[in-house]
């Protein structure tokens, strides 16, 4: 039995639904971009969409201004094209605010986790604002162990490169033999850290890559945090009821994050 020192989380499509959220999102834009003057039928403004976001990435900060250039300008008769991509950036944030939530089983465990003795992070792929918003708006930060929440913007290294997942390793004097990694990218979260010696989680609960393999095998493939819950116990020894039951033990005030070195 490893003797397991930290678990880093993945966040998009790991600690929630991002594709989940993403839909929901868009197709309340696009009906507020209707509502706001554009006449087109939503079928036709939400595909064209889709093709903007998978053409210039969803890190890109332009998708409706995009989105209007490839439409025929019969579609705006007058209207202004700012009122009408006002209107598209206010629903999505609108949607955000009020939907982006972790999952129920995630939240468990998390709980738990910041009771153990276990360091507990986030290794995650893009930029430093937008990925630091999610973890608020998730709310799971009181989770987390300040010092471990590693962003790839901020770090200078992406995904799939395997040296993302060294950093924190060395920042914290871990060996990666006694780290476990949870994401749901094979080709990101589980073939860079497998050839490093990490334990890996893959979770199997939808998303973009959800038919997609990694050309290494994860050392677990799961659905939930509550199976998630289950490993660590039994194949790991993690005590997950270390503390007092019903609170969440403070964190360490410690440096804002180890991220801010990259």
Excluded: W
């Amino acid at each position: 039995m490893p003797d397991l020192q930290a678990i880093f989380f993945d966040i998009d499509d790991t600690l929630y639904s991002t594709s989940e959220f993403a839909r929901r999102a868009r197709e309340a834009s696009v009906r507020a971009m209707i509502e706001a003057g554009l006449e087109a039928r939503p079928e036709e403004v939400q595909a064209e969409l889709d093709e903007v976001v998978k053409e210039f990435t969803s890190n890109y900060e332009h998708h409706f201004d995009q989105l209007l250039k490839r439409l025929p300008r019969r579609c705006l008769k007058g209207t202004n094209a700012a009122i009408v991509v006002a209107a598209g950036i206010v629903a999505y944030h609108r949607t955000k605010a009020q939907e982006l939530a972790p999952y129920p089983d995630a939240v468990r465990l998390l709980e738990r986790l910041a009771r153990s003795k276990l360091v507990v992070g986030v290794i995650t792929d893009g930029l430093s604002v937008k990925q630091a918003e999610k973890l608020i708006r998730l709310d799971v930060l009181r989770f987390l162990s300040p010092h471990a929440i590693y962003i790839s913007d901020q770090v200078g290294i992406n995904k799939p490169n395997p040296k993302l997942y060294l950093r924190p390793c060395a920042d914290l004097n871990l060996k990666p033999a006694n780290v476990l990694y949870v994401g749901d990218n094979p080709r990101n979260d589980i073939d860079p850290p497998n050839r490093l010696g990490m334990i890996t989680v893959r979770f199997r609960r939808g998303g973009k890559y959800a038919a997609e393999e990694s050309e290494t095998k994860p050392r677990y493939e799961l659905r939930t945090f509550d199976e998630l819950a289950e490993v660590l116990v039994r194949d790991l020894g993690v005590d997950l009821d270390a503390g007092e039951k019903g609170s969440v033990a403070p964190r360490p005030a410690e440096t804002a994050t180890s991220a801010a070195k990259g």
